[in-house]
């Protein structure tokens, strides 16, 4: 994986309640495998690791308010901050999933078991709970996943191929944020399957009748 091929990465409100540890079990884990695959999100990330301790001693309140968000930035942007990445875990060549999915899942793409969602798409949901959940998605090439908008947020992590959708184009690594105020209709580029991990805090809210009904026995 070269990294510089990577276009799109985590927002700074991502990076920092990473580092402050506040966010969901399945926001974590795509978090974690970005990084894992990123050296400027990491080199970013090392840097709200190393504000992050002064900012809650010298303030004492929670990482996400906006005060001390805003004061955090302004921290690193004087750059004394500046931390050098680590290098990443590597991975063994040939290998699909990132280190932080291959501990997750126990394996490689081989110990993942997929179910048929339709329209040749598979999934397997790796993780749920109240706050969020995370799955794999399984897209084959020049195939549509159903436009959607979002409840909330959508973490999308391209592991395999690209997809392509009204706003740009992602592949291996780059990530996509998704919000309420966002409705896409992903396709996936011709040629290997689309693989992807995916986190969302909310269900998705298919535009058509039937995803609608399909959703509530698939879970997603
Ligand atoms: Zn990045
Ligand atoms: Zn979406």
Redesign the pocket.
């Known amino acids: 994986m070269n990294t510089k091929e ?1 276009n799109h ?2 927002t700074d409100a991502l990076l920092m309640a990473y580092s402050a540890g506040t966010l969901p079990e399945a926001f974590n884990l795509v978090v974690a495998s ?1 990084l894992s695959m ?1 050296d ?2 990491r080199a970013r990330a090392a840097e709200f690791d190393a504000v992050g301790g002064e900012v809650m001693e010298a303030t004492g309140e929670a990482m996400l308010e906006a005060d001390s968000f805003a004061r955090t930035l302004s921290l690193i942007a004087n750059d004394d901050w500046a931390v050098a990445p680590e290098p990443a875990p590597a991975r063994e060549r040939g290998d699909v999933f990132p280190s932080p999915l291959q501990a997750y899942v126990n394996g490689d793409l081989g110990a993942v078991k997929w179910r048929k969602i339709g329209g040749g798409v598979s999934q397997a949901v790796l993780h749920f709970d109240d706050e969020a959940n995370v799955r794999l998605l399984k897209i084959p090439g020049g195939v549509a996943v159903p436009d959607h908008g979002h409840g909330g947020t959508e973490l999308t992590l391209v592991l395999q191929g690209a997809f392509r959708d009204e706003h740009d184009r992602f592949g291996v690594g780059d ?1 996509e944020v998704a919000n309420e105020d966002m409705t896409h209709t992903p396709v996936a580029a011709e040629g290997e399957d689309c693989i992807c991990l995916i986190a969302t805090d909310a269900p998705l809210q298919f535009s058509g009748l039937l995803p609608r009904i399909a959703q509530k026995v698939i879970r997603i």
Do not use: D, F, G
Request: proline fraction near 0%; include cysteine.
């Open positions: 990577i990465h985590l970005h990123c400027e999100c990530v």
